[in-house]
């Protein structure tokens, strides 16, 4: 069965500090993999998703930046943190090759900017 | 880009009630899902229904699908407590990769 990690559960960082956010999945290849943001009582934005090693499809021009080094990795990232970077933010990855496929969620992070 | 917009925003019920939540979008698509997010939590997909689908049921949901009207409605028959959630429809716009999400609609289910 298919397992997505994501961490860390929460993250407080002062503002001007760098940012990763790590998010794997195992049990499965070549996945769709995505990162949403949602800001609080909002909906989920979509900032980056990705359909192979290397491909990054950017949704919002920002302040975050995406990579996949390996098929089953995802990694979020930012040089310098701004106060509007904090939300919770969701790693998700559906299977590739198909458009009729559901999206798997991991539990998130919730990040504040201070 | 917010492809859904979910209506009502909040919806408040009695346990045993059904509980309606319809989406709009804007582009076409290839498929319409709904997802459920308890609070602080990630999403879990509950339905995925196809452009050339017009109705599907899963236990106790049931999802319409117009892409004439570009709308979805989502029933929760008999709700129950535990239904208390948001709840979220997503589409593809057409690219069969990215979802995007509406902004959801907040259901609570009183006992």
């Known amino acids: 069965s298919q397992t997505i990690h994501q961490w860390p559960a929460t993250l407080v960082q002062p503002v001007g500090s760098p940012l990763s956010l790590e998010c794997t999945v195992e049990g499965t290849s070549n996945p769709n993999l995505y990162w949403y943001r949602q800001a609080a009582g909002r909906g989920l934005q979509l900032l980056f998703y990705s359909v192979g090693i290397g491909q990054i499809s950017s949704e919002v021009p920002q302040n975050l930046s995406a990579s996949r080094p390996q098929d089953r990795q995802f990694i979020l990232s930012s040089k310098k943190l701004l106060l509007s970077d904090s939300g919770f933010y969701l790693c998700?990855?559906?299977?590739?090759?198909?458009?009729?496929?559901?999206?798997?969620f991991g539990q998130g992070t919730r990040l504040t900017v201070v | 880009s917010q492809q859904g917009e979910e209506d009502p925003q909040a919806l408040s019920i009695q346990e045993g009630e059904n509980a309606t939540m319809n989406c709009s979008y804007k582009t076409s698509i290839n498929n319409l899902q709904w997802y459920r997010q308890n609070s602080g939590r990630g999403l879990v997909h509950l339905i995925l229904i196809r452009s050339n689908e017009r109705e599907k049921h899963s236990g106790r949901l049931r999802v319409t699908l117009d892409t004439s009207k570009k709308s979805s409605s989502l029933l929760i028959t008999a709700s129950r407590a535990a239904d208390t959630a948001s709840y979220f429809c997503?589409?593809?716009?057409?690219?069969?990769?990215?979802?995007?999400f509406g902004k959801g609609t907040s259901l609570l289910v009183t006992p």
């Open positions: 998700a990855w559906s299977f590739g090759g198909t458009i009729y496929t559901e999206a798997f």
């Open positions: 997503a589409t593809d716009g057409g690219s069969g990769y990215a979802l995007n």
